[in-house]
């Protein structure tokens, strides 16, 4: 186990910095967890677990409340050392969600569908999807799904009726944002929004009651993961900027391959694990990449995230699994 | 492109490279040209296939944990650089003004362009935008 991996962590500076404890505002910072399921909710800024089967049993006839899996970094077509079978585990990831007790509504790809675009696998993720029971398939894009045609082929595909491709929408009460932030790269840079796109978010949000709770999604994580090693979107805080008064924000990130979590107020920031391979952990060894780790380990650092929404509670509670 | 077409082409860049053939500075031959990127494949045509990867036996900037070994690399006009991804990332190596762009580069696959005119060449990963370098041609 990678206790780096396996530790959800809430820190105050503007990079994480791997120290587990208690942050000034007194959320409980550490909850390790390996499989079995724990949901995690607060209630007056405490936070408690119970296990999933609890968790289950409590909220069955909750109103209006329903639940939604998050996938990220599949990355279709990667073959190197890391993982010799992203496709298998991808199809594990696939068979964790068939095997939910309740069907999600719908899943949530959070970016780098495909492992540098390679042909077919566009194909690949969006036909084994369609064979979940979910009603529909929302997606961001990764850099590997647009880099080498600047997001053609993604766009044509998932880019919708407006063909920019950030989408919002309604389901039960909570409003769902999906943004792009790895769109025209510049030498230097890191993930971006644009000017375009802040400008759609804020017009998307001002019409919500503060009530509303807001769910984002991009790929590369809307804050300072890690900089130097481009683990940030510099334009994320505008995007954030224009969510403060809200009362519930989830914003859910892929890209770094591994749980980290933070809460600013009422945002709760959470990247995912990939069902491809593991990252380091932020500044862990020379550089991000594919991490080679024992073969029996691997699948303890890949999985998938259910995500519930309880009508009536202001926090979603996030349950990730792993494919151990 | 698979991985074993690339370890087959990284063969023969190996061996040819020890046998120290020299740059003969007179190919452009982009080493990884899927259709549609044929722009740097130059006089390719003149011999078989590894040969002509060796020789371009250039300079040789390697790309490793993100970086680019030489981030600054100057040479004479006429000049063959070559790029070799060492990572499981993949990456690529484009210029800013678009001068050259390469496919994306899986883990031992390559790239060359070779530079006629004098200037200063700036390129980058157009995944990982922090990963930047420069070549000089005088």
Not at chain 2, 21 to 25: K, L, P, Q, R, Y
Not at chain 2, 126 to 130: E, F, K, Q, Y
């Given at each position: 186990m990678n206790d780096d991996v396996n530790h959800v962590r809430n820190t105050?500076?503007?990079?994480?910095?791997?120290g587990d404890g208690v942050d000034r505002r007194g959320f409980l910072q550490c909850m390790a967890w390996a499989g079995t399921g724990l949901v995690w909710t607060a209630t007056g800024g405490i936070l408690s677990s119970v296990t999933l089967r609890q968790a289950a049993a409590a909220d069955?006839?909750?109103?209006?409340s329903f639940s939604f899996v998050q996938i990220s970094d599949?990355?279709?077509g990667f073959k190197g050392e890391a993982n010799k079978d992203a496709l298998g585990t991808f199809e594990q990831a696939l068979a964790r969600i068939k095997a939910l007790e309740q069907a999600p509504a719908f899943i949530i790809h959070t970016g780098d569908l495909t492992h540098a675009q390679k042909p077919g696998a566009f194909d690949t993720v969006t036909e084994a999807l369609k064979?979940?029971?979910?009603e529909q398939v929302f997606y961001v894009p990764g850099e590997n799904d647009v880099f080498a045609d600047g997001g053609k082929e993604y766009l044509g595909r998932?880019?919708?009726?407006?063909?920019?491709?950030w989408q919002s929408f309604d389901y039960k009460g909570v409003h769902f944002i999906g943004l792009i932030n790895v769109l025209n790269f510049k030498a230097g840079g890191l993930g971006s929004l644009g000017q375009a796109q802040l400008d759609w978010l804020k017009k998307d949000v001002d019409?919500?009651?503060?009530s509303t709770p807001i769910v984002v999604f991009a790929?590369?994580?809307?804050?300072?993961?890690?900089p130097k090693w481009g683990?940030?979107?510099?334009?994320g805080g505008q995007a954030l900027s224009y969510l403060k008064r809200f009362g519930s924000v989830t914003v859910l990130n892929g890209h770094i391959h591994q749980i980290m979590q933070r809460v600013e107020g009422n945002i709760s920031f959470h990247t995912a694990l990939s069902t491809a391979f593991p990252q380091p952990a932020?500044?862990?060894?020379?550089g991000p990449g594919p991490l080679k780790v024992p073969a029996e380990q691997l699948r303890s650092l890949l999985g998938v995230r259910e995500v519930n929404y309880i009508q009536g509670k202001s926090r979603l509670a996030i349950v990730d699994s792993t494919l151990a | 492109m698979n991985g074993h077409q690339g370890s087959i082409r990284e063969r023969w860049f190996w061996r040819l490279a020890v046998m120290g053939?020299?740059?003969?500075?007179g190919l452009a031959v982009a080493?990884?040209?899927?259709?549609?990127?044929?722009?740097?494949?130059?006089?390719?045509?003149?011999?078989a296939q590894p040969v002509a990867v060796a020789a371009q036996a250039g300079p040789r900037i390697e790309i490793a944990k993100h970086k680019y070994s030489s981030p600054t690399l100057t040479v004479p006009a006429g000049t063959t650089v070559t790029w070799l991804n060492r990572d499981e990332d993949v990456h690529t190596v484009v210029s800013t003004t678009q001068a050259f762009r390469s496919p994306g580069l899986e883990t031992d696959e390559a790239y060359s362009y070779k530079f006629t005119k004098p200037g200063v060449y700036e390129y980058f990963c157009?995944?990982?935008?922090?990963m930047t370098g420069k070549v000089i041609v005088k």
């Open positions: 105050d500076g503007p990079e994480v910095s791997g069955a006839d909750a109103v209006g599949t990355h279709i064979g979940t029971k979910a998932f880019g919708g009726s407006t063909g920019t491709g019409r919500l009651p503060s790929h590369v994580p809307l804050w300072a993961v890690y683990w940030v979107t510099d334009d932020p500044g862990v060894g020379e | 053939a020299a740059a003969f500075g080493t990884w040209a899927p259709a549609g990127q044929a722009a740097h494949s130059g006089a390719a045509g003149q011999m157009t995944l990982h935008p922090l």
